[in-house]
């Protein structure tokens, strides 16, 4: 399998002149393409610190992210942007979307941030919307839209760009089981059909499981997922 991305001795702490507080310590990773990772943890064990790193949204202490073999943190601040919104997809447990737009303008963000004609990012936009089977919403804000559809949206608008990796924090966390599966058979053809790679934070022990990999974050290292 060929690797798309790798974390090297990763570490994050935070100093606030009293108090040292290690988050992640030395962490290694290695991600290939087309995989789904899960990666699993109590609250405040760094879950989300180290997605954050690996989107190049916050500076490690130490350590380097590689991608395609490149160092993210040697970037300069404009090329940061430009991968995470051509090689990136985000999904967030509370979506993000932005209230004021219709789900075709969510969607297309990304696209309309990369300099796209706007007639091009719709066109883009319209066609994941209906792969996530939502191409009877187009023109809904995100208060009339379900909690699964609003989550649906939110996948749409991570996968517009065709990223390489996705990064999901609890993308099924406020879900019932019906929808959370439906996520999950989404995330699964999306990937089959696009050859995404997946890294998925949750507390869902039943997704974790269904997923290629599951990692548990214990006291700052990624340990193997005991069954």
Do not use: W
């Not at 100093?15 to 990773?29: E, F």
């Not at 997923?211 to 974050?217: A, E, G, H, Y």
């Amino acid at each position: 399998m060929r690797e798309l991305l790798s974390c090297v001795r990763l570490s994050k702490q935070y100093d606030d002149g009293k108090n040292c507080v290690q988050i992640l310590n030395d962490v290694n990773l290695t991600v290939n393409v087309s995989e789904q990772l899960a990666i699993i943890g109590t609250s405040g064990s760094g879950k989300s610190t180290l997605l954050h790193l690996l989107g190049a949204l916050d500076q490690p202490t130490s350590g380097q992210v590689l991608f395609e073999q490149q160092d993210i943190f040697a970037f300069s601040s404009a090329e940061q942007a430009k991968f995470r919104n051509q090689s990136l997809g985000f999904v967030y447990q509370a979506h993000h979307l932005l209230p004021e737009f219709s789900a075709l303008e969510n969607v297309a963000m990304p696209r309309l941030i990369a300099n796209e004609r706007r007639e091009q990012a719709m066109h883009h936009a319209e066609i994941m919307l209906s792969k996530v089977g939502l191409a009877h919403r187009l023109s809904h804000r995100p208060s009339m839209l379900s909690g699964g559809e609003r989550q649906r949206v939110a996948i749409a608008r991570a996968l517009v760009n065709q990223p390489k990796l996705v990064l999901a924090d609890e993308p099924t966390g406020n879900l019932d089981a019906k929808t959370g599966e439906g996520i999950y058979q989404l995330l699964n053809e999306l990937r089959e059909l696009s050859q995404t790679s997946f890294i998925v934070v949750t507390h869902d022990i039943q997704l974790a499981k269904r997923l290629d990999r599951s990692l548990s974050l214990v006291n700052g290292q990624l340990t193997p997922q005991s069954e």
